[in-house]
Nanobody, 112 residues
Framework: EVQLQASGGGLVHAGGSLRLSCVTS????????MKWLRQAPGEGLERVST????????HTIDSVKDRFTISRDNGKNTLYLQMNNLKPEDSAVYYC?????RGQGTLVTVSS
């Protein structure tokens, strides 16, 4: 059974930082490209960042690429998203996933 458990969200002031983690099981993590997605209230799902299986390639959307960094630890089957200089518009539920699968999200709220 595939499991994706995201954590690390919370309430932070603008300019603050958070590190999201996604612990996975049930599939071959090291061979799987992973992604972080987010969904703000009333908005659609947005793919924020993607990383390949061995971590040698990643892509992050322009609106956050200077502030967010995706990474992974294949020894721990865990995906990360380091988020710095957070802005109120980054407030959303953040999900980790692969292909068309995503796990339970973690809520990030950035106050102005």
């Amino acid at each position: 059974e595939v499991q994706l458990q995201a954590s690390g969200g919370g309430l932070v002031h603008a300019g603050g930082s958070l590190r999201l983690s996604c612990v996975t099981s049930g599939f071959t993590f090291a061979r799987t490209a992973m992604k972080w997605l987010r969904q703000a209230p009333g908005e659609g799902l947005e793919r924020v960042s993607t990383i390949n299986g061995d971590g040698t390639w990643s892509h992050t959307i322009d609106s956050v690429k200077d502030r967010f960094t995706i990474s992974r630890d294949n020894g721990k089957n865990t995906l990360y998203l380091q988020m710095n200089n957070l802005k109120p518009e980054d407030s959303a539920v953040y999900y980790c996933g692969f292909n068309d699968i995503r796990g339970q999200g973690t809520l990030v709220t950035v106050s102005s």
